[in-house]
């Protein structure tokens, strides 16, 4: 059964965040590689493939939520790239860093902002 979450999660992963995960389990496997079976199969095999909100809803809800701890910036730029793969717009996921001035505070706010904004970059420059 493991084996089969394993796989689930592996198979969500690649549609959403092809570059991030390989890159995640390369720099875990010397230390820790079974932190990136765990990535793979609670939150991707576990909670992204549950009913009740489709991946565009999952991808902006991770946004906001990364956006308020105002301290993952490297995971908040997985989950733009994620909620692009899945079909958000960029203007969507502004708007849910504008949102999050009200909640997290202006600093934490525009962080996220530039953090999308080096997205947006790394991608119109084929990054």
Same mark, same amino acid.
């Given at each position: 059964?493991?084996?089969?979450?394993?796989?689930?999660?592996?198979?969500?992963?690649?549609?959403?965040?092809?570059?991030?995960?390989?890159?995640?389990?390369?720099?875990?496997?010397?230390?820790?590689?079974?932190?990136?079976?765990?990535?793979?199969?609670?939150?991707?095999?576990?909670?992204?493939?549950?009913?009740?909100?489709?991946?565009?809803?999952?991808?902006?809800?991770?946004?906001?939520?990364?956006?308020?701890?105002?301290?993952? +910036?490297?995971?908040?730029?997985?989950?733009?790239?994620? @909620? =692009? %793969?899945?079909?958000? #717009?960029?203007? /969507?996921?502004? *708007?849910?860093?504008? +949102?999050?001035?009200?909640?997290?505070?202006?600093?934490? @706010? =525009? %962080?996220?902002?530039? #953090?999308?904004? /080096?997205?947006? *970059?790394?991608?119109?420059?084929?990054?």
């Amino acid at each position: 059964m493991s084996e089969d979450r394993y796989k689930k999660g592996l198979e969500m992963l690649k549609m959403m965040h092809p570059k991030s995960y390989g890159e995640l389990a390369d720099n875990l496997k010397d230390i820790a590689p079974d932190l990136a079976r765990f990535v793979a199969e609670f939150p991707y095999a576990d909670v992204y493939t549950r009913p009740g909100l489709d991946l565009k809803t999952r991808e902006l809800v991770t946004i906001a939520s990364l956006t308020t701890l105002g301290h993952a +910036q490297t995971e908040l730029k997985s989950h733009i790239l994620g @909620a =692009l %793969n899945v079909g958000c #717009t960029r203007e /969507e996921i502004v *708007e849910v860093l504008i +949102q999050m001035a009200v909640y997290a505070g202006f600093p934490t @706010a =525009l %962080n996220a902002v530039y #953090t999308a904004k /080096e997205v947006f *970059e790394e991608l119109d420059n084929g990054e």
